[in-house]
């Protein structure tokens, strides 16, 4: 039998019916994704390639349907059967309205199945011969390097630079320093060279060096012996002996106190530790990933930071770009928050309109990724399904940019922000009337102005 390079998503959350469906599947030569429920399904398309969806109708949490819909509108070329054994007229009618190619009821056979997988794949290739299948409404390809990476998001070339990088140093334990504004991911990016790589299983410590009281932070990194300090009642180790064999990362390196930085120091030199009170040091062997949104060569002109250090921390750099540097993102990271707090909060999917979409991607958000969740967050909150530009929070939709030592009137500033508007929605007077959060009329009235 010819190999096939198919990959094909099974959803059921009867776990005889997945595991028959795989059999068959495998004896053709088919590469196979199981998942139990909608949510582990659309976790697996969002990182995985995916060339056919079969799927169940009644599922406890979210039913298929909505997964149906939720793949018609994220992944529109991803052929679709339907397998179910409680089939209705109505289920049938909105599953082909959404784009189901096949529809196979329970039980069925070994050849009606073949029949049905074959022909979906079949009449896939017959209307978008030339056209991934797993193509999204943002341009998402086959291309490996353009595939999301775990948490990390985003097609941009700023974010394929930073995932590039990982690839290099997941499998080794050189030290890594991660810069980027507050709320753009530094840790996530951590996260990801450690469980990206062949020291997975290992620990990984994360601490935020500006959360602890600086007169606790050497304590806790390094552990202390009985007797140290009042309140030292015992032997401690800190959070570098539980990373041992694994990975610490360090956020917000910058607010260590030059005491602690001088023990930092020795653990990257000597590859030892010495708890706070003990004479003796302890081997280990971590990986450390330290983070900051601060200038650390500003902070070495006015020695605050060590230079020394600073130099043993960049053996690798990597630099999170802000959230206004990649805006061709935007799109996929509010998908991601949009599926996450719909399933948190209303139990289905929500949508969001074209006008929406265009005032999130317009803003600079200078909170970063963080911002733009909370923004999602609330607007899931608010709405009634589809998020307006009305869901939105009015800062968002005033964001106009002028020099800062440039005092316009109002009336120009209405008019340039008009304009702005204008052209986001590409002269389309209703839309943009909708942004701005007035009738048609008025904005006609304000054109002739």
């Given at each position: 039998?010819?190999?096939?390079?198919?990959?094909?998503?099974?959803?059921?959350?009867?776990?005889?019916?997945?595991?028959?469906?795989?059999?068959?599947?495998?004896?053709?030569?088919?590469?196979?994704?199981?998942?139990?429920?909608?949510?582990?399904?659309?976790?697996?398309?969002?990182?995985?390639?995916?060339?056919?969806?079969?799927?169940?109708?009644?599922?406890?949490?979210?039913?298929?349907?909505?997964?149906?819909?939720?793949?018609?509108?994220?992944?529109?070329?991803?052929?679709?059967?339907?397998?179910?054994?409680?089939?209705?007229?109505?289920?049938?009618?909105?599953?082909?309205?959404?784009?189901?190619?096949?529809?196979?009821?329970?039980?069925?056979?070994?050849?009606?199945?073949?029949?049905?997988?074959?022909?979906?794949?079949?009449?896939?290739?017959?209307?978008?011969?030339?056209?991934?299948?797993?193509?999204?409404?943002?341009?998402?390809?086959?291309?490996?390097?353009?595939?999301?990476?775990?948490?990390?998001?985003?097609?941009?070339?700023?974010?394929?630079?930073?995932?590039?990088?990982?690839?290099?140093?997941?499998?080794?334990?050189?030290?890594?320093?991660?810069?980027?504004?507050?709320?753009?991911?530094?840790?996530?990016?951590?996260?990801?060279?450690?469980?990206?790589?062949?020291?997975?299983?290992?620990?990984?410590?994360?601490?935020?060096?500006?959360?602890?009281?600086?007169?606790?932070?050497?304590?806790?990194?390094?552990?202390?012996?009985?007797?140290?300090?009042?309140?030292?009642?015992?032997?401690?180790?800190?959070?570098?002996?539980?990373?041992?064999?694994?990975?610490?990362?360090?956020?917000?390196?910058?607010?260590?106190?030059?005491?602690?930085?001088?023990?930092?120091?020795?653990?990257?030199?000597?590859?030892?530790?010495?708890?706070?009170?003990?004479?003796?040091?302890?081997?280990?062997?971590?990986?450390?990933?330290?983070?900051?949104?601060?200038?650390?060569?500003?902070?070495?002109?006015?020695?605050?930071?060590?230079?020394?250090?600073?130099?043993?921390?960049t053996v690798v750099e990597i630099n999170v770009a802000p959230l206004r540097e990649r805006k061709e993102?935007?799109?996929?990271?509010?998908?991601?928050?949009?599926?996450?707090?719909?399933?948190?909060?209303?139990?289905?999917?929500?949508?969001?309109?074209?006008?929406?979409?265009?005032?999130?991607?317009?803003?600079?958000?200078?909170?970063n990724i963080r911002e733009l969740e909370n923004v999602v967050q609330r607007a899931v909150i608010m709405?009634?399904?589809?998020?307006?530009?009305?869901?939105?929070?009015?800062?968002?939709?005033?964001?106009?940019?002028?020099?800062?030592?440039?005092?316009?009137?109002?009336?120009?500033?209405?008019?340039?922000?008009?304009?702005?508007?204008?052209?986001?929605?590409?002269?389309?007077?209703?839309?943009?009337?909708?942004?701005?959060?007035?009738?048609?009329?008025?904005?006609?009235?304000?054109?002739?102005?």
């Amino acid at each position: 039998m010819q190999l096939r390079n198919e990959n094909i998503l099974i959803v059921d959350d009867d776990i005889h019916i997945l595991e028959l469906l795989q059999r068959h599947l495998r004896s053709w030569d088919f590469h196979t994704y199981r998942a139990v429920s909608v949510k582990e399904a659309v976790t697996i398309l969002r990182d995985t390639r995916i060339d056919l969806l079969i799927t169940d109708l009644k599922m406890p949490e979210i039913d298929g349907l909505e997964l149906i819909k939720f793949v018609s509108e994220h992944y529109p070329n991803l052929p679709k059967l339907v397998v179910t054994g409680y089939p209705s007229i109505q289920d049938s009618l909105a599953a082909i309205k959404s784009g189901v190619v096949a529809y196979l009821t329970k039980p069925f056979t070994k050849d009606e199945l073949k029949t049905a997988v074959d022909g979906t794949l079949q009449a896939d290739k017959h209307n978008n011969p030339k056209v991934p299948t797993a193509v999204t409404a943002h341009a998402k390809t086959h291309d490996k390097d353009k595939e999301p990476y775990g948490e990390i998001i985003g097609h941009s070339e700023k974010i394929q630079e930073v995932i590039q990088i990982i690839e290099r140093v997941k499998n080794n334990k050189a030290t890594i320093f991660i810069k980027g504004e507050s709320g753009t991911g530094k840790e996530l990016v951590a996260r990801a060279i450690h469980y990206k790589g062949k020291f997975s299983r290992a620990p990984f410590i994360a601490v935020n060096c500006g959360g602890i009281p600086e007169n606790l932070l050497e304590s806790e990194l390094f552990g202390y012996k009985k007797g140290a300090f009042t309140g030292a009642e015992k032997d401690r180790d800190g959070f570098f002996q539980a990373a041992n064999g694994g990975t610490i990362f360090l956020d917000e390196i910058g607010n260590a106190s030059l005491a602690v930085q001088s023990r930092l120091l020795r653990v990257l030199q000597e590859k030892e530790v010495v708890k706070v009170g003990a004479q003796q040091a302890t081997p280990i062997d971590v990986r450390i990933i330290a983070a900051t949104n601060s200038d650390l060569q500003e902070m070495i002109q006015k020695e605050t930071f060590r230079e020394d250090l600073f130099y043993r921390l960049t053996v690798v750099e990597i630099n999170v770009a802000p959230l206004r540097e990649r805006k061709e993102d935007i799109p996929l990271l509010t998908d991601k928050f949009l599926f996450k707090y719909g399933v948190e909060y209303k139990d289905r999917f929500v949508k969001i309109t074209p006008e929406a979409l265009a005032v999130l991607k317009r803003y600079d958000w200078p909170g970063n990724i963080r911002e733009l969740e909370n923004v999602v967050q609330r607007a899931v909150i608010m709405c009634d399904g589809t998020i307006t530009v009305a869901h939105l929070p009015d800062t968002l939709k005033m964001n106009i940019d002028f020099p800062d030592d440039e005092l316009v009137p109002l009336k120009e500033m209405e008019k340039r922000y008009i304009q702005k508007v204008l052209d986001a929605m590409d002269n389309n007077k209703t839309k943009a009337a909708e942004v701005l959060g007035i009738d048609r009329k008025t904005i006609r009235q304000k054109l002739a102005e």
